[in-house]
């Protein structure tokens, strides 16, 4: 994780439409009350990382936003213990004014951009309390916020409540080149992730251990246009046209690069509808290992996707303040996801159909390997795992032209599969012949 380097603090008065300044001061008496407390315990000689815990377990503030209150208190601390040789003196252990609450935008907070410029603002002033209303400010922070949002490079990081100048005040900071990333053991949906030459499956599965929702995104059309590159490349090699070839290297460097981008995005855009999600990968080390690569041409097909796409999620993802983990990937794609089978085979798998051989539980085989990895997130984090019986039927398959210049569904709009027999969506679904044989292609192929 790096440090902010580029950090700009943008202020703004707040139009409170929904809630009141009540509930923001109730916010901010908890935040003193969280400072104080951290202070006290720290007088006791308490260790730093035992104090946030305890005090987080207890405060009246979402996780996040009693965390990001005690590393304030202790970087106070922190700040007199580097200066007090210089005569610097230790913070008052209690003070009677209000402290600031401290938030993670998409946690304590959240800001929505509408069409017209304006922005609107969520305030979680406690657990369960919300505080609603349009922020107020100068054109130039506006616009810088507006850039925040827009462009990749920047983000909205956490945000401060004040009370000043007798008014409440929201102090956004926007980031450059860092992020916060939430802690993966703060996270309420486990997001297990299964990386394929031709798709990518996602399965949402809550810390109750119910599996929230599934999706498959396919991008079959960057392995057909990657294929298509090393064959031009390979013509020219031999021609020995050098020149040429590394306009095509560039070519088709940046045709990979735009398409792992598009899809990372729309893969980071699902997994950021839920609640404070962990993204669990495969551990790619172990996942080479394990691919049974056939040629040359195979590796180089495989590998860079693999761990260009991961990176590239995790990114967006910590942008989002997201975080990411991984897992060891044996036999995830072979093991029964039922908790009272688990039976492991070679032979369960068959192309992108899974058929337990011995409890005959059937699925798309990559979803299942992602519901894989989240059991195994859980087996390493409290050697326990949640008991499943099945899964929802329908494994939503969205398919997506690599080179078009949009980021949605294909022209079939998002395709639906229930991740059974081709045969069974056709009579489900009742769509036309020319349909089915796209879901079918995108099941079995
Ligand atoms: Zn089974």
Request: glycine share 6%; net charge negative.
């Amino acid at each position: 994780m790096q440090s902010s380097k580029l950090t700009q603090n943008l202020s703004f008065g707040l139009d409170i439409h929904t809630g009141s300044g009540d509930d923001l001061q109730t916010g901010c008496l908890e935040a003193r009350r969280i400072r104080n407390e951290t202070n006290r315990l720290d007088r006791q000689g308490w260790d730093w990382d035992d104090i946030k815990s305890t005090v987080v377990d207890n405060a009246d503030h979402v996780n996040n936003t009693t965390q990001l209150i005690v590393d304030k208190a202790l970087g106070e601390l922190e700040t007199y213990h580097d200066n007090k040789d210089d005569g610097w003196r230790r913070p008052y252990p209690y003070i009677d004014e209000s402290y600031p609450m401290v938030m993670n935008h998409g946690e304590g907070y959240r800001l929505f951009l509408e069409d017209d410029g304006t922005v609107r603002f969520r305030i979680t002033a406690t657990r369960g309390t919300h505080v609603k209303g349009d922020l107020r400010g100068s054109p130039d922070h506006f616009d810088r916020l507006q850039t925040a949002f827009n462009d990749n490079e920047w983000r909205v990081g956490t945000a401060e409540v004040v009370h000043k100048h007798n008014e409440w005040r929201l102090h956004v900071t926007v980031t450059h080149e860092t992020h916060h990333v939430a802690s993966k053991h703060d996270a309420d949906t486990i997001v297990g992730i299964d990386v394929n030459e031709d798709c990518i499956a996602l399965a949402a599965m809550s810390q109750g251990g119910s599996v929230e929702d599934s999706a498959v995104f396919e991008y079959p059309s960057v392995k057909e246009h990657r294929h298509e590159f090393f064959t031009k490349r390979k013509r020219m090699q031999k021609a020995e046209q050098t020149a040429f070839e590394t306009v095509v290297q560039t070519e088709e460097r940046d045709y990979v690069h735009d398409c792992l981008h598009k899809v990372s995005r729309k893969v980071v855009e699902w997994v950021s509808q839920f609640s404070a999600p962990v993204i669990v990968f495969e551990d790619l080390k172990d996942m080479r290992e394990s691919i049974d690569y056939g040629t040359r041409m195979n590796r180089r097909l495989h590998s860079l996707p693999f761990a260009a796409l991961q990176e590239m999620v995790s990114y967006k993802a910590a942008w989002e303040g997201i975080p990411s983990d991984d897992v060891n990937p044996e036999y995830t794609s072979q093991r029964c996801p039922r908790t009272e089978c688990q039976h492991t085979a070679r032979g369960n798998r068959h192309k992108k159909r899974f058929k337990c051989q011995q409890c005959e539980f059937q699925d798309h085989a990559d979803r299942k390997a992602a519901v894989c990895v989240v059991q195994e997130w859980f087996d390493d984090q409290y050697g326990n795992v949640p008991s499943l019986d099945r899964l929802p039927g329908r494994v939503r398959v969205m398919r997506r032209a690599a080179s078009g210049a949009g980021g949605g569904p294909d022209s079939h709009g998002a395709v639906f599969a229930s991740g059974v027999t081709s045969a069974g969506e056709a009579r489900a679904s009742g769509q036309a012949r020319e349909k089915l044989k796209t879901v079918a292609s995108a099941v079995q192929d």
